[in-house]
């Protein structure tokens, strides 16, 4: 490995344990974070390690063959549970995901006479492998390439269940929060296939002219960068709302338990949920409570003095969509209007979509163009070319 890239690992490797300083010290969410500061703190350390082992670290200081490589074991089962408890209510860890770290106890288990070893002999056991230790690392090996896939899909499964769950009770979603979280956990799991390819390649004795290993800890390098930049950035990212959390679980509760004991006489409310419905469109149209950013299912209801139930059901069953999707397509027909006054010619874009209720240029631009087929400006634009041929 030339000079170059050693830098860039060891420079991962120290913003990665700096990572983890701040993420210990973020005082909301502090399962998760603590959860994913260890995980940065363990990136920093096996960058470290890596970079070193082209120094000759191994050969000077035997007691750390396959000490770093336990790591491995826990790496993607510290990035779930991190996904688990940030969208989750959980105050304490339990004790039932202690069995996620059970590969890393096997594994040590499995290595324990390797590790009671002099320096001499481990150095002999590492150049010339017996059959044990040979089948054990492959079995390792293939182990936690299979861990890593299957994680990571769990942990992008979790974070798309709490999107959707959220938008059934929010007009506006933390995008930042989920973006930043996606885009770790698919670099990483990128990061995992380009190491899984390499170790198949070393297995059937295959050189590509590329290291693979190499590449796959740069994308380390880049996944810490990506979560650092969005501490400097977006600091709250890390600080997500628990009580927010917690009243959409247990509203979400409440709806599970509430839809499956009216289930069997939905048909003889559908003639209130009609009635319902003509009152939600009178206040949606007359009041616009939708010009709030803020937004929620509860307050909505409130507002039509019906139960949070009964309001959801109305948008899920006769307006087939989501409380997220329904309040936004009033706020994009309410950019429509505005954009039509003559008075508002003058008006910036982005003034039109805060007086229409979003909140960010990014939502607006694209639920705007998820509901039109056009962006803001394409539409603007259109407009404006109709006016003047008429």
Do not use: C
Not at 192 to 219: A, M, R
């Amino acid at each position: 490995m030339n000079t170059f890239l050693q830098v860039i690992l060891y420079v991962g490797a120290i913003q990665g344990i700096l990572l983890s300083l701040f993420l210990f010290s973020v005082k909301s969410n502090r399962i998760s974070n603590r959860l994913l500061g260890l995980l940065t703190l363990l990136w920093g350390i096996f960058l470290l390690a890596y970079g070193l082992q082209f120094a000759g670290m191994y050969s000077k200081y035997p007691h750390f063959i396959k000490v770093f490589y336990q790591f491995l074991f826990v790496f993607f089962s510290l990035l779930y549970l991190q996904i688990k408890y940030l969208v989750s209510d959980y105050k304490k860890f339990q004790k039932r995901d202690f069995i996620h770290f059970l590969p890393l106890i096997i594994s040590i288990l499995l290595y324990s006479n390797f590790f009671i070893q002099s320096a001499e002999v481990k150095l002999q056991i590492n150049a010339n492998k017996s059959e044990y230790y040979r089948i054990l690392q492959i079995l390792g090996d293939e182990f936690i390439a299979f861990q890593g896939i299957i994680y990571s899909i769990t942990a992008l499964l979790l974070l798309n269940r709490y999107r959707k769950k959220i938008q059934d009770y929010e007009s506006t979603v933390e995008k930042k929060l989920i973006a930043v979280q996606n885009i770790g956990i698919s670099l990483n799991l990128f990061s995992w296939i380009i190491g899984t390819v390499g170790i198949q390649f070393y297995y059937f004795h295959v050189k590509p002219e590329v290291d693979l290993f190499t590449i796959s800890y740069l994308v380390m390098v880049v996944v810490i960068y990506v979560i650092s930049f969005a501490a400097i950035k977006s600091p709250e990212i890390f600080k997500l709302n628990r009580h927010k959390i917690k009243i959409i679980d247990l509203a979400d509760k409440i709806l599970k338990n509430e839809n499956t004991a009216k289930s069997e006489n939905l048909l003889s409310q559908e003639s209130e949920l009609v009635e319902l419905d003509k009152r939600l469109q009178e206040l949606m149209n007359k009041e616009k409570p939708y010009l709030n950013p803020e937004l929620t299912l509860s307050e909505l209801a409130n507002l039509l003095n019906t139960s949070r139930t009964q309001l959801s059901n109305v948008i899920n069953q006769l307006h087939e969509i989501n409380f997220y999707k329904f309040i936004n397509q009033y706020r994009v027909e309410e950019v429509k209007k505005i954009m039509l006054a003559p008075e508002n010619e003058n008006l910036k874009l982005i003034s039109i979509a805060y007086d229409a209720g979003f909140n960010s240029k990014a939502s607006f631009n694209r639920i705007f163009k998820q509901m039109t087929g056009m962006t803001p400006s394409e539409y603007f634009f259109k407009i404006k070319n109709s006016q003047v041929s008429a």
